[in-house]
């Protein structure tokens, strides 16, 4: 597999307010989740044979109790293979299995066979510390581990998931394989993993027999998945899906439980930003069971408990998954599933996706290739788009002043029907009058709002960019820290800068209204601007700003060089149209 690396990323401070989604929708319609359990059993080691009852672990009790010589008959393949792997304790002991990679740091325990700790290296959490998949609070309160068993019906394989397996790794070029065998009276379940070194792509394999006869499971990963310390954390969980039947992604929160089966190119939990998710054989040809599940959690003493998502998947004798475990970076999504890149449905690019994928594709290529900065490459892409939307900001300049210069005919047109209602019929000759003004000067009273109209559609795709990309997340840029995020300086600059650079640009811009009232209110739009953007992602002021920027220095150009225009006056009124 190719060299999946990542940038550090900077810590970032949740913040308790409005999430940057609702107040942008606002701006939009006013500018228009360690498992302990106690040992419960423990093998009977190979010495001659004890009249005593066989263990309370195990799932299925032999009735035929005299038959108790039989029972060292499943460590004969561990004796076999003492000569191939390294045993992590002779008789099973309570153990923990660390596996470390470029990638990530996974632990295992052997009571159940099962994952209790996934770290990403590269990633890092609020508070400055590596990001923890695994929701260990969860592990705490008892909530399957990942990867404990399930049965086909749904029940939990509690006697499974606590028992001691016997443990065994062995290392390789490729990676790390560690491989965990139970067998107690007709019970027998073996787990295998497998970590590859430079990979967030692993595998597992399980299997369940009881009396010589494979028992359906399901693998689980419960209490929730992801960064547990996001805004909006609820929201943003989701067991997740791929029916290739229908060949749509399919989404489920923790309030919306399902039971599925059907053929699935891969399912598991995803949040914003990181996934896991388990991936059948490309040439199996059979359905899948795919279970979620809300999982409350309390999280402090006398809090309340908090739902998160779970998901369960398999649902065969023997369930055989390539695993992907980490970032939702899009060059590493491709590369898991090259041929179909189904993968990548899971970044949601918004409404604007075919603005938001190219304008983060040359982000990207700006920032590996040139800048090696998502700062500054923000700032080359906004002064870009800002010269190719030069011919509609000269065209909606020259509306501009010439609705400026028609302003006093306006006025005198309003002045002679103020008395006039908006029921009453000859409301429609002063509509008439003004509109038959524009006509004869070319005048289109909407042509200066046609840039901030373009505008929007751009701001929504840089946010989405800015908030869906892992790639930006904990991106730095001078002395902001992340520009997915508001700054964290007590008092954030961007913003205020921003706001000054909004009214100086307004007070160079024409201003297109003859209601004193109407402009009086548009001088107060830098401040509503100012007040919608301050807890946003910085990479969206900074957007804004460089816009701002690159604003005032065409409209300074363009106030210089565009002449005066000439205006074509109202026509008078015939002595059967004087209003009355």
Not at 105 to 132: C, H, I, Q, Y
Not at 153 to 171: H, R, V, W, Y
Not at 327 to 352: A, C, E, M, Y
Request: proline share 9%; net charge positive; charged share 20%.
């Amino acid at each position: 597999m190719p060299d999946f690396s990542n940038n550090p990323n900077q810590p970032r401070k949740p913040k308790k307010d409005l999430t940057m989604e609702v107040r942008l929708i606002i701006a939009f319609v006013l500018m228009g989740i360690v498992l302990f359990v106690s040992p419960l059993f423990f093998k009977t080691p190979p010495t001659p044979p004890r009249p005593q009852t066989p263990p309370t672990a195990n799932p299925a009790p032999n009735p035929e109790e005299p038959k108790k010589p039989d029972a060292p008959k499943p460590d004969a393949p561990q004796q076999a293979a003492t000569t191939d792997h390294e045993f992590i304790g002779p008789q099973a002991p309570p153990s923990t299995i660390t596996v470390e990679t470029r990638l990530y740091v996974v632990k295992l325990s052997n009571a159940g066979g099962v994952v209790t700790s996934w770290v990403l290296k590269d990633f890092k959490d609020s508070e400055g510390k590596r990001l923890e998949l695994v929701n260990l609070t969860a592990l705490e309160a008892k909530k399957p581990a990942p990867f404990s068993i399930m049965y086909q019906d749904g029940k939990d394989a509690e006697q499974l998931n606590s028992a001691l397996f016997t443990p065994a790794k062995t290392e390789d070029n490729d990676g790390t394989t560690v491989s965990f065998m139970y067998a107690a009276g007709r019970t027998q379940c073996t787990k295998t993993f497998h970590f590859r070194k430079n990979s967030y792509l692993s595998s597992v394999t399980s299997e369940v027999r009881q009396n010589d006869l494979g028992v359906p499971h399901l693998l689980e990963w419960r209490g929730g998945f992801g960064d547990f310390k996001v805004l909006n954390r609820q929201a943003v969980e989701q067991s997740v899906y791929f029916d290739l039947a229908n060949n749509k992604l399919l989404l489920h929160g923790a309030g919306s439980p399902a039971d599925e089966r059907g053929l699935y190119s891969f399912a598991g939990l995803q949040d914003t930003f990181f996934a896991v998710l388990m991936l059948p054989p490309p040439e199996l040809n059979s359905a899948i069971q795919v279970r979620s599940f809300k999982d409350d959690v309390v999280l402090q003493k006398d809090a309340a408990a908090e739902p998160y998502v779970g998901v369960a998947v398999g649902g065969g004798e023997k369930n055989e998954f390539s695993v992907f475990v980490g970032p939702k970076n899009v060059d590493i999504l491709k590369n898991v599933d090259p041929k179909h890149n189904r993968l990548s449905q899971l970044i949601d690019w918004g409404w604007f996706w075919f603005l938001a994928k190219p304008l983060f594709a040359t982000l990207h290529w700006l920032n590996d290739k040139v800048l090696h900065s998502y700062g500054w490459s923000i700032v080359v892409v906004t002064i870009v788009i800002n010269i190719l939307l030069l011919p509609l900001r000269f065209k909606s300049m020259k509306s501009a002043k010439k609705m400026q210069a028609l302003a006093p005919q306006i006025k005198t047109i309003n002045a002679k029907y103020k008395d006039v209602g908006m029921r009453d019929p000859r409301k429609a000759e002063q509509n008439k009058e003004v509109m038959e003004l524009y006509k004869k000067n070319g005048v289109n009273p909407m042509g200066g709002c046609l840039p901030m109209l373009v505008q929007l559609p751009i701001l929504y795709a840089f946010y989405k960019v800015l908030n869906v990309t892992v790639e930006l997340r904990g991106a730095p840029w001078l002395w902001v820290a992340d520009l997915s995020q508001p700054e964290q300086l007590p008092i954030h600059v961007l913003p205020i800068v921003m706001i000054i650079t909004q009214f100086m640009m307004q007070k160079m811009t024409p201003s297109p209204s003859a209601d004193a009232s109407q402009a009086k209110m548009m001088r107060f739009m830098p401040l509503l601007f100012g007040f919608f953007f301050y807890n946003m992602s910085s990479g969206l002021v900074l957007y804004w700003l460089t816009g701002n920027l690159v604003g005032i220095a065409q409209q300074w150009l363009m106030n210089k060089r565009t002449p005066a225009v000439e205006i074509i006056p109202a026509p008078k009124l015939g002595p059967g149209k004087k209003n009355r």
